[in-house]
Structure formats: structure tokens, C-alpha cells
């Protein structure tokens, strides 16, 4: 069983509507969550940054962490075309000196 | 101005081969890594380095040879190529080792094993 599970998806949605991705794991010691946003032949950008449980909110984005049921949100608003790409999580445990531990990713298309 | 930058960004060789990718960062960060993401899209770390310094070594093989001439260069060399190697070799860079401290990626080396 890996330690970050995350449905690769594909997930297709209309222009505007509401995204929701997400991420389960099984390590108690993770503290700090991270989603990453992938576009194709590209590295990873880092779009939002939490500690601990909680909602932490940026423009469309919100993301949400829930420790006493090991799962991590990331929600989109009014989700755009250029939206699509390839979200990861990624999770860091105290003292790991950098090791993140990412999810699969999940492949997000939005439609005009 | 890229911020992180590795070259090259395509190469392709034949099983057996040795091969180096070099990667360069301008954030003036202390902390450098390489990562390796197959066919899948699945991310997974392979080595960072801290002020030139080596901190993680997962279970790589060791026909894997990272080595960092200071800072802000850490390059990655592969003996005897595999098929199994064949994948997308992310370089990123932080500002130190605390957690706190988000890692910014290169746009990746795909590496294609014939």
C-alpha cells in the first residue's frame, strides 16, 4: 500500500464548475501538505502550502486537511481551460530534510 | 530568467550507455534534488543535497552517482543504462532543509532507453 493515495483520474468538467480533488494517506507523521499543479511537459509548481489540519484559501483555490481522517482537499472555482493539467499532492513528515511523498496526481481537463 | 534549468531536456541512448544530466539553479537556494517520475506520473525522490553536502539517498541503485560541485548545481550520472530507467528526471531547489521550505522544479529531463 502506498503511503499517498491519490485517483489518477482522468476527471473532465465543464468550464466554471467546482473541482474537487483529493488525497488519502496512511503515515500519521506527516505534517505538512502540499498541491502541486503539473501542466504537460512541465515540472511541478507548487500552488498551495498547509500545516496541520484546516482550510487555507487563495484566489479559486482552497485546500483543506483533515489529520484525524488522513485526507487533503484541494477545491477549484469556477475552474478554467487553462486549469487543466495534472494535480499532486505531496506531504512532508517533520524531520524528513525535504523527502516529499507525492500521490499519483490526478489528470484534470475542463471543457469550454 | 529560468530558475531552475537542466540539460538536456530530451535524451535518448542505448541500453548500456553512461549518461549525465546537469541541473542549475539561480534562487541562490541552499538545498537541491533530483527526483525520478515514471510512466504513471508517479513522483518519487532520489537524492537531495544541502550546501553541496548529500542528506537523502533513497534506495536508488547504485549505477546512480549524484554529485554536486557547489550550491547551485547538482548533476545526476547513470552507468549502464536500463530500460527501467527510462522516465522523467526532475531536478528542484529549496531555500534550506526546514520544512517550511517550498522546492521549485526544472521542467525535467525525459530519458528514453532504446
Known amino acids: 500500500q502506498k503511503e499517498v493515495e491519490q485517483d489518477p483520474g482522468p476527471l473532465s468538467v465543464p468550464e466554471g464548475a467546482i473541482v474537487s480533488l483529493n488525497c488519502t494517506y496512511s503515515?500519521?507523521?506527516?505534517?505538512?501538505f502540499m498541491w502541486y499543479r503539473q501542466y504537460s511537459r512541465k515540472g511541478p509548481e507548487l500552488l498551495m502550502y498547509?500545516?496541520?489540519?484546516g482550510n487555507k484559501e487563495d484566489g479559486r483555490f482552497t485546500a483543506q486537511v483533515d489529520k484525524s481522517s488522513k485526507y487533503i482537499s484541494l477545491f477549484i472555482r469556477d475552474s478554467q481551460p487553462s486549469d487543466s493539467a495534472t494535480y499532486l499532492c505531496?506531504?512532508?513528515?517533520?524531520?524528513?530534510?525535504?523527502?516529499?511523498?507525492f500521490g499519483q496526481g490526478t489528470i484534470l481537463t475542463v471543457h469550454p | 530568467d529560468t530558475a531552475v534549468s537542466q540539460t538536456p531536456k530530451y535524451l535518448v541512448t542505448q541500453m548500456g550507455n553512461d549518461k549525465s544530466i546537469k541541473c542549475e539553479q539561480n534562487?541562490?537556494?541552499?538545498?537541491m534534488y533530483w527526483y525520478k517520475q515514471d510512466s504513471k506520473k508517479f513522483l518519487k525522490i532520489m537524492f537531495s543535497?544541502?550546501?553541496?553536502?548529500?542528506?537523502i539517498n533513497e534506495t536508488v541503485p547504485n549505477r546512480f552517482s549524484p554529485k554536486s560541485p557547489d550550491k547551485a548545481h547538482l548533476n545526476l550520472h547513470i552507468n549502464s543504462l536500463e530500460l527501467g530507467d527510462s522516465a522523467v528526471y526532475f531536478c528542484?531547489?529549496?531555500?534550506?532543509?526546514?520544512?517550511?521550505?517550498?522546492?521549485?522544479f526544472g521542467d525535467g529531463t525525459r530519458l528514453s532507453i532504446l
Open positions: 528542484a531547489s529549496s531555500p534550506g532543509l526546514g520544512e517550511a521550505q517550498p522546492q521549485h
Open positions: 505531496a506531504m512532508l513528515r517533520g524531520t524528513s530534510y525535504g523527502k516529499l511523498t
Open positions: 503515515n500519521s507523521a506527516f505534517q505538512y
Open positions: 543535497y544541502n550546501n553541496k553536502e548529500l542528506i
Open positions: 498547509t500545516y496541520s489540519s
Open positions: 534562487l541562490g537556494h541552499d538545498t
